[in-house]
């Protein structure tokens, strides 16, 4: 179980340095430049393929089968693939129109012996006039 605490500190160690990269070149950049932001975003989708690698390892190393709480990886691995989908058609739109952005779960502790709850992205979405 030695490799769960350590996906931990790789994933934010990866986020923080993309975060990092972000802030400078917002600050460093002109507004009239969008390269320094869609480096720092490209580099961004990188460190989130990355934080998708080294999740598939911790949950892979993950056996504590008798243990009531285990982390949700299948949730974390949405919500990185909504975050990572939601820069890429930042950095190549398909369309001039925005979109209703699909909230994140953030929650990905659940009990053993509980099924998983179906997430906020398989729920129908109303939108009201």
Known sequence: M????????????????????LAGAAVA?????????????AA???QIDLANRL???????SSDEHARYHFDYARLREDLHRVHA???????PQRAQ???PVPLSGSYVRETGSPTSPTPAS???????
């Open 55 to 61: 999740a598939d390892q911790a949950a892979a190393a």
């Open 98 to 100: 925005p979109r209703d």
């Open 44 to 46: 961004l989708t990188r």
């Open 2 to 21: 030695q490799s769960f605490p350590r996906f931990f500190r790789y994933a934010r160690a990866a986020l923080s340095t993309a975060l990092i990269v």
């Open 123 to 129: 729920e129908p979405r109303v939108r009201q006039p």
């Open 29 to 41: 950049s002109d507004p009239s430049d969008n390269n320094a932001e869609r480096e720092a975003l």
């Open 86 to 92: 939601g820069v890429e058609d930042y950095l190549a």
